[in-house]
């Protein structure tokens, strides 16, 4: 159909070409904001208060040059204010608790290295598409494994031992105590030493199938001093070893698992007769409809490129993508043979259930 034929609103027209060039100078400006994440530059002007770019440029090893044009970049964005008398940029304190604070529970910084591996996948995607084929999670350009890290560690530090753990029955009591914990598709284990550091009675082992992560995860584990209680080994969710678990935890992985069921089963199987299985997941509402905002706009596009190619490539090839929705998470656990389970609690960003054998 061509649209220079047909009666259009023009209105509707423009408005929406406004909205599309918006969105334009957004994405290409997520480049900028990654090469402001790299070189340091939002740690630098955190708490420095007004910069010349000279002065930025100088505080990080850059090019006067480069630095100019990146600052009216993000000085037209919002993301810094411009004094036009002096010329200066200032990073807003708030602005540096999102940008350049990782210990901030709203830093979301960790989201610039994971755009840019989906652009790297971008064609990959696009084949995948055509194909049918998956894309395994261990196949994307290697920014996304410490991205994901970054974008989700502020949620563990902030809100898993503050109130996702109380959300469950009883089990802050057995942690408490001293439980025996499997963290299953832990990537870098951020889930794990968190859960480690709030609870030295007990011990923990992380899983995932992805040897790097877990290489990742064990020096993590070191360096934060918990080394001694937290083991990480390589292993598919639906394989995984041990018996006699007081608390299985999935955090934001079961959707890019190729059988879901399966590794619910293999967890209940695991678990102690009176145990856990916490199962961390995106908010989502059940239906599309629910979901038309931006945080599910964004869990979409992360579905598309990484989590949806993920469970395709796995046997089983479920594909429940990353807005599953409370229903059918409920639904995959009383398949794999749960009897109790529930929402526990929910926060703008996740979902998080509870299942009993
Ligand atoms: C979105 S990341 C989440 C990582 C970690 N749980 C976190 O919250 O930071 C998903 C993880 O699931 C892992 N994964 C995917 N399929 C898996 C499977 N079948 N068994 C074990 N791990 C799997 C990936 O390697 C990846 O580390």
Redesign the pocket.
Known sequence: MSTTHTALDREKVEEFQGLAVAEAAAAESAACCYLGDVLGLYEAMAGAGPLTSADLAARTGTHERYIREWLANQASGGYLSYDPHERTFELPDEHAAVLADPDSPAYVAGIFPIIAAAWASADRAADAFRTGDGVG??EHDPRL?GG??RI?APLYRHQLVQDWIPALDGVHERLTAGARVAD?????G??TIVLAEAYPASRFTG????AE?IAAASKAAAEAGVGARVGFEV????SFSGEDYDLICL???LH???DPVA?ATRARRALADDGTLLLVEPQAGDDLADNLNPISRLFYAGSVFL?TP?SLA?PGATGLGAQAGPSRLLEVLAEAGFTHHRVATETPFNLVLEARP
């Open positions: 999670w261990h494994f994901v890290e989700f299953l598709g832990c990537g870098h951020a889930s899983f995932d199938y992805h992560s292993a598919a969710a639906d955090f934001d992985c890019d698992m190729g590794a989590c993920s796995q």
